[in-house]
T-cell receptor, first 113, second 114 residues
């Protein structure tokens, strides 16, 4: 089955700096890669996703890049703000009826003032 | 649009007791998922339903966990008997279709087994 590894497990940046979180996956048939943000005690919420027919996707201060050959994808957050502090999870899945998401272990991002 | 609803939000039980969780997905969502999230880890899929049929239950500990989605809408997840290691947040999620992967999560049920 799919295995997703995520690094780093914790990340501390100063407000205004950039943050990068990296994930690798094992199943070459995976073609959907979402990122979820989970604030303490709350539900995971989708912040951005990418499909394997594109290499990069941006949404304001957030971007995701995908390298299918190397089987890795990354989340980039620019101009970080205190409200970006949360745990971020990457995930991977195939498309299709049995489209199971396999999650990474999470990155705790702390944005300090 | 209403989100995924779950109840109860919190549950404390003793080991060997039974517990049940309820989930109501977003209206019209055919696919429903139950995840277990242990503290400090990512969600792990327990079971996936497409309408009222099971698509994937490969990681469901079937000796103690069961789930059903009888009318293809609401779902219940049961643990009987509970073990200490079942302490976790149980998240329900739904998506419009299994082929469209965006999943929307409910608030979760935090289970503590003493």
């Amino acid at each position: 089955g799919e295995n997703v590894e995520q690094h780093p497990s914790t990340l501390s940046v100063q407000e205004g700096d950039s943050a990068v979180i990296k994930c690798t996956y094992s199943d070459s048939a995976s073609n959907y890669f979402p990122w979820y943000k989970q604030e303490l005690g709350k539900r995971p919420q989708l912040i951005i996703d990418i499909r394997s027919n594109v290499g990069e996707k941006k949404d304001q201060r957030i971007a995701v890049t995908l390298n299918k050959t190397a089987k890795h994808f990354s989340l980039h957050i620019t101009e970080t703000q205190p409200e970006d502090s949360a745990v971020y999870f990457c995930a991977a899945s195939r498309t299709g009826t049995a489209s199971k998401l396999t999650f990474g272990t999470g990155t705790r991002l702390q944005v300090t003032l | 649009e209403a989100g995924v609803a779950q109840s109860p939000r919190y549950k404390i039980i003793e080991k060997r007791q039974s517990v049940a969780f309820w989930c109501n997905p977003i209206s019209g969502h055919a696919t429903l998922y139950w995840y277990q999230q242990i503290l400090g880890q990512g969600p792990k899929l327990l079971i996936q339903f497409q309408n009222n049929g099971v698509v994937d239950d490969s990681q469901l500990p079937k000796d103690r966990f069961s789930a059903e989605r009888l009318k293809g809408v609401d779902s219940t997840l049961k643990i009987q008997p509970a073990k200490l290691e079942d302490s976790a947040v149980y998240l329900c999620a739904s998506s419009l279709s299994g082929t469209i992967n965006e999943q929307f999560f409910g608030p979760g049920t935090r289970l503590t087994v003493l």
